[in-house]
Structure formats: structure tokens, C-alpha cells
């Protein structure tokens, strides 16, 4: 199995960065990280929340909205920061979409049946990656990236692809991603 | 024949005591009079001295089936540690007693304990026993999370 790791200096590295404050976003890390944002908004048709196990499952029409990004599914399953510790575990499923513009001003749409989140401290290292499964696709203005699964590290700012297909729609091939990279 | 309105409200309470010693033993009986009552739950034993969740509103009204009709709902979730967690507030809802069960058509909404998280929908079901909360309609959460940033190695 080829595994691609696409650093965030070639530009896809936009995407981590917004999806950062999508899935991510929901997140918030230490106390040392005290930039204050607009709130992340989620909206749902209906939801389940277990105050026991501090667990929120969001039902039907699933959007989140945040300055940077946009995510919708019919289903998100989080597990909700007590005390203000980090947000560590959110699962999207189901339709899931993500629109954001880096920094740059590119566009970026996300597909994939099922988003994961995760988050946890190990020996003082973060680690922080979002995980698509489910024929995640990528779509820019000029490429479209195929990818099962696509995890993005955000801790380590880089996309890592297993056995990628790119489409450059400006030249119109196919072709693997490591030939166009 | 005329019902003396002090003999109602002590009528109403001792049948909201009495369901209430019914549903949960560990229950404390609600306190005070019908126009502002609370109802606690304490955690298991070690900690049986802690209440776990407290049920209160600012007035109650018999329904038919032993059902009250409460006014300004405030249910009030703790940790052990004594910290509040989680506050959900309706403006009427119906309780159920004996089923520890209230529910409502109308708006409610929940803020955690520490102002971070709030939610907020339309027509809810709250289960006492296990701590569940239902919003059926028009659910809406905002979380205020500071910035994050990048510690990975």
C-alpha cells in the first residue's frame, strides 16, 4: 500500500488549517491557547444528549458553522468537553460535506460518508487528525483528489493519502497523485 | 363547597411528596410549597451525601394521571466534585413523578456549567433515571472554545 504524505507547504495544507475550525474546530486545546474565537454553531433537526456520559448525537440536517468552514451530514455523534478540557472525540456520518476557503482564497469541497475526530495527549505529543473513510473526495478549482481513507494530521500540518487518485482539471488527466506531486 | 386555597396548595404538596418518595428512594422530597418546590438526587453510596441532580420549578399544578404541570423547569446536573454541569431550563413542561419524566412542545435550553456550551430547541423529554435529554425540533448549540493551536511534535 502506497502512502502519500503531502506536506502543508504544497498547498493542501490549506485544508488541514480550515478544517481545523470545521470538525476540529469544535476543539479547543490548553489554557495557554486563550485567542478567543466566534462561537462554532451546530444545528440539527433533533438531538440526544446523555448527561451521564457527556455525549451529543445530532439527528437530521446536520450543519456546523464556523468563520472559516462549513460542514454538514445527517448524523454527528460528540462527546462533549467538561471543564474545559478538550474537545477529544466527533464522529460526522452520513453524507458528509465541507466546504472552506484557506487563507489564499481557494476553495475546498470535502465528500465522504464518514468523518472522524480525534484528539489526545500522549507522553506531553499531541495528536490531533481527522479521519475521512467512506470514498472521500477532495475538490478544488483545479484538482479533485480521490483517497480511502484520507486522514489529515492536523498536529503535524499534513494530508496523509493511501493510494490517491488526482484529477487536474486543468490539463484533464488522471492519474496517480504521486506523478502529479 | 369551596376549596380554602391553603388546604389545595397542602394537598398539592403532599401529593407531589408522595410520588416523588415513590419514584426514587434516594430522592429528597420536595421542599417548601407548590409555588417553589425542588426535588434532589443523590449519587450511589460512597458519595450518597452529594446530590447528583436537582429538580426544581417555581410552581405546580396537578394534570390528570398524576402528571404536574411545572412551571419555569430548572434541572441542575453535579459532579462529584460539587460543580455544577449542566443547567437545562423550560418554561413549562409536564412532569411525570413516578416515571421521573418530563416533557414539553415548548422552547428550552441547556448551558454547561462552565458558560461554554449552550443548546437551545423546541419540545423536549427529560429521563430522570438516566440523565437523558431529548430536543425534538430546531436544535441549536453554540460553543465558545478559544483558539486552537498546534502542539504536535
Not at chain 1, 451521564?52 to 450543519?63: D, E, F, K, S
Not at chain 2, 420536595?30 to 429538580?55: C, I, N, W
Request: proline share 6%; charged share 15%; aromatic share 6%.
Amino acid at each position: 500500500m502506497k502512502k502519500l504524505i503531502f506536506l502543508l507547504a504544497l498547498g493542501v495544507g490549506g485544508l488541514a488549517m480550515a478544517q481545523t475550525n470545521g470538525l476540529a474546530a469544535l476543539a479547543t486545546k490548553g489554557p495557554a491557547a486563550a485567542k478567543p474565537k466566534p462561537p462554532t454553531e451546530i444545528n440539527s433537526d433533533s438531538a440526544d444528549f446523555d448527561l451521564n456520559t457527556h455525549q451529543a448525537i445530532y439527528r437530521g440536517h446536520v450543519q456546523v458553522v464556523d468563520p472559516k468552514v462549513r460542514l454538514t451530514c445527517e448524523l454527528m455523534l460528540v462527546d462533549l468537553p467538561q471543564g474545559g478540557e478538550h474537545l477529544n472525540h466527533v464522529v460526522a456520518a452520513t453524507n458528509v460535506v465541507v466546504d472552506f476557503t484557506n487563507e489564499r482564497g481557494e476553495k475546498y469541497h470535502v465528500t465522504a460518508a464518514q468523518a472522524v475526530y480525534d484528539f489526545k495527549v500522549v507522553n506531553a505529543v499531541t495528536n490531533e487528525t481527522v479521519t475521512f473513510t467512506g470514498k472521500p473526495v477532495v475538490d478544488t478549482t483545479t484538482t479533485t483528489i480521490y483517497s480511502e481513507p484520507m486522514v489529515w494530521d492536523r498536529a503535524r500540518n499534513h494530508f496523509i493519502f493511501t493510494e490517491p487518485t488526482m484529477i487536474s482539471k486543468e490539463t484533464g488527466t488522471n492519474g496517480p497523485a504521486s506523478k502529479l506531486f | 363547597m369551596r376549596l380554602n386555597p391553603a388546604t389545595f396548595y397542602l394537598a398539592l404538596v403532599a401529593a407531589f411528596c408522595i410520588c416523588a418518595a415513590m419514584n426514587n428512594p434516594a430522592q429528597q422530597l420536595p421542599v417548601g410549597h407548590a409555588t417553589d418546590f425542588t426535588s434532589s438526587q443523590y449519587f450511589e453510596p460512597p458519595h450518597e451525601q452529594q446530590v447528583k441532580m436537582r429538580l426544581s420549578g417555581a410552581e405546580a399544578l396537578p394534570l390528570p394521571g398524576g402528571l404536574l404541570d411545572v412551571r419555569q423547569l430548572r434541572v441542575e446536573t453535579f459532579g462529584l466534585d460539587g460543580k455544577t454541569q449542566v443547567v437545562v431550563r423550560a418554561p413549562q413542561c409536564s412532569y411525570a413523578p413516578l416515571d421521573g419524566v418530563a416533557n414539553s412542545a415548548g422552547h428550552m435550553d441547556l448551558q454547561s456549567g462552565d458558560g461554554k456550551i449552550h443548546v437551545e430547541g423546541d419540545g423536549f423529554l427529560w429521563r430522570q433515571t438516566t440523565s437523558a435529554l431529548t430536543i425534538s425540533n430546531h436544535v441549536r448549540t453554540l460553543i465558545n472554545m478559544p483558539e486552537a493551536t498546534m502542539t504536535g511534535s
